[in-house]
T-cell receptor
């Protein structure tokens, strides 16, 4: 089955720790995205990557880092510099063709800082 | 600054009612407007609208876009408890090779039995 997987589903972190959220897709999509969602709010873009070995900051990149070494994988690291990391994190992907605008989402990771 | 505004922010109706959700936008380089349904986890894609006045329909859900007045509506008829979700609207913007989705805050819909 084609799709996007994220792991873990739930993650607990102590203050001051870095954590890495996994995102893998087997849809052969070129572009991948990381969003953060807080209660009662829409999706805010953290980072995105349109091709392998390239990525761009979104609207709220501070305190986060990413890598795109493989087409299938786009891990997100939440660093200790992120002041309020407790949130629901969604990974999405999209074919690179301009005519296709919809993004497909993974199931999300809920991160809680203790 | 590009923005997408959804209204109402939340809505509670009874099963069987018809609801209309609104999405207005101010986005440069508009390409399309997308509706998603989000239950507990990942948003799932509902519709993509690119042309004004052409209704997209899927079962009890339908949506239409007005590019002159810069808004879209999502209608759900004969609502069921399974329609309870957050409905997200997003606008795709393209400039050169730069594509982005601008998201609204969502409408939380609760259907009471």
């Amino acid at each position: 089955d084609g799709g996007i997987t994220q792991s873990p589903k739930y993650l607990f972190r102590k203050e001051g720790q870095n954590v890495t959220l996994s995102c893998e897709q087997n849809l052969n999509h070129d572009a991948m995205y990381w969003y953060r969602q807080d209660p009662g709010q829409g999706l805010r873009l953290i980072y995105y990557s349109q091709i392998v070995n390239d990525f761009q900051k979104g609207d709220i990149a501070e305190g986060y880092s990413v890598s795109r070494e493989k087409k299938e994988s786009f891990p997100l690291t939440v660093t200790s510099a992120q002041k309020n990391p407790t949130a629901f994190y969604l990974c999405a992907s999209r074919t690179g063709l301009a005519v296709y605008n919809e993004q497909f989402f993974g199931p999300g990771t809920r991160l809680t800082v203790l | 600054e590009d923005k997408v505004v959804q209204s109402p922010l939340s809505l509670v109706v009874h099963e069987g009612d018809t609801v209309t959700l609104n999405c207005s936008y101010e986005v440069t380089n508009f390409r399309s407007l997308l509706w998603y349904k989000q239950e507990k986890k990942a948003p799932t894609f509902l519709f993509m609208l690119t042309s004004s006045g052409i209704e997209k329909k899927s079962g009890r859900l339908s949506s239409i876009l007005d590019k002159k007045e810069l808004f879209s509506i999502l209608n759900i008829t004969a609502t069921q408890t399974g329609d309870s979700a957050v409905y997200l609207c997003a606008v795709a913007s393209h400039m050169d090779s730069n594509y982005q989705l601008i998201w609204g805050a969502g409408t939380k819909l609760i259907i009471k039995p």
